[in-house]
């Protein structure tokens, strides 16, 4: 899954956090798998977002931190690095032989939601 898709998560989904992540605010599920921007981390090691904006519990009651929720924490686990598929720029100018072509493949680390730990 991308790193700009939208979590997709029900009304069945007890248990979910808005975590912040660098300059990205994500929402996080038990089980998701998610890519997000390339840490200097193992496969197979864990990853944890401290900085939770929002909780939602099991028995529906939401905790919104201000700024952050005290004591709760969202575990990953990292499963490797992934690519995404290469992009081309391309620049034309209206001269003779004035053009240039780029190309880019962005780097993320693929995570899976471990634990979601209350306050």
């Known amino acids: 899954m991308p790193l700009n898709c939208p979590a997709r998560f029900s009304e069945e989904?007890?248990?979910?956090?808005?975590?912040?992540?660098?300059?990205?605010?994500?929402?996080?599920t038990l089980g998701?798998?998610?890519?997000?921007?390339?840490l200097s981390a193992e496969p197979g090691s864990e990853h944890v977002f401290?900085?939770?904006s929002l909780?939602?519990?099991?028995?529906?009651?939401?905790?919104?931190?201000?700024?952050?929720?005290?004591?709760?924490?969202v575990v990953a686990e990292v499963l490797g690095e992934e690519k995404d598929k290469k992009i081309y720029v391309q620049h034309f100018r209206r001269r003779k032989s004035s053009r240039d072509r780029n190309g880019?493949?962005?780097s993320y680390t693929r995570l899976r939601v471990k634990e979601i730990r209350n306050a």
């Open 55 to 73: 909780l939602k519990q099991e028995d529906g009651s939401v905790v919104v931190g201000t700024p952050q929720v005290d004591g709760a924490s």
């Open 13 to 28: 989904s007890l248990l979910y956090a808005i975590v912040r992540d660098r300059s990205r605010s994500l929402t996080l």
């Open 50 to 52: 401290d900085h939770v």
């Open 104 to 106: 880019h493949r962005q």
């Open 32 to 38: 998701q798998e998610l890519w997000v921007d390339t």
